[in-house]
T-cell receptor
Framework: DAKTTQPPSMDCAEGRAANLPCNHS???????VYWYRQIHSQGPQYIIH???NNETNEMASLIITEDRKSSTLILPHATLRDTAVYYCIVPFNQFYFGTGTSLTVIP | EAGVVQSPRYKIIEKKQPVAFWCNPISGHNTLYWYRQNLGQGPELLIRYENEEAVDDSQLPKDRFSAERLKGVDSTLKIQPAELGDSAVYLCASSGTGRTEAFFGQGTRLTVV
């Protein structure tokens, strides 16, 4: 089962882009990369997912390397409300969240 | 559209007592998940349902935990008897058919004293 590696914590200045990396070197060819975040005392919130191509939605962009062994979640203009734990999950049906990256957006 | 609804939001019980959690998934979602989240950790899967069938319950401690999903809609997770180590947040999530994202409820925070 594919698992992920994320840095335990990151800081980002408000208004700047937050780039959250994730390594998933054992990912299989048909497995998607999912990103969730969890704000304190709330349930995890879906952000975005992708297979091969880069993806963008109203919340974030997902950049997946050509070999698919790593990806980066980009929050283009971080706000204080983006302070949360961010989880990279591969594949979702294995349900391995890990401990994620605790992102702190600094005023 | 209503999201995943869980109740109760908080529960405090004494050890050895039973407790039950209820989940109403998003309408039309066939897949339902129960997770447990310990403090400072990511959610861990307990059981996954496809309609009424439990397709993955390998992480469910079956000696004291049970779950059911009658008619493939609502689900109940039960612990009997509860132990101090069961204190955690219990999360329910649901997703549609295929490789779609899952949506989570707010969770039930259980404290066993």
């Amino acid at each position: 089962d594919a698992k992920t590696t994320q840095p335990p914590s990151m800081d980002c200045a408000e208004g700047r882009a937050a780039n959250l990396p994730c390594n998933h070197s054992t990912i299989s060819g048909n497995e998607y990369v999912y990103w969730y975040r969890q704000i304190h005392s709330q349930g995890p919130q879906y952000i975005i997912h992708g297979l091969k191509n880069n993806e963008t939605n109203e919340m974030a962009s997902l950049i997946i390397t050509e070999d698919r062994k790593s990806s980066t979640l980009i929050l283009p203009h971080a706000t204080l409300r983006d302070t949360a734990v961010y989880y990279c999950i591969v594949p979702f049906n294995q349900f391995y969240f890990g401990t994620g990256t605790s992102l702190t957006v600094i005023p | 559209e209503a999201g995943v609804v869980q109740s109760p939001r908080y529960k405090i019980i004494e050890k050895k007592q039973p407790v039950a959690f209820w989940c109403n998934p998003i309408s039309g979602h066939n897949t339902l998940y129960w997770y447990r989240q310990n403090l400072g950790q990511g959610p861990e899967l307990l059981i996954r349902y496809e309609n009424e069938e439990a397709v993955d319950d390998s992480q469910l401690p079956k000696d004291r935990f049970s779950a059911e999903r009658l008619k493939g809609v609502d689900s109940t997770l039960k612990i009997q008897p509860a132990e101090l180590g069961d204190s955690a947040v219990y999360l329910c999530a649901s997703s549609g058919t295929g490789r779609t994202e899952a949506f989570f409820g707010q969770g039930t925070r259980l404290t066993v004293v």
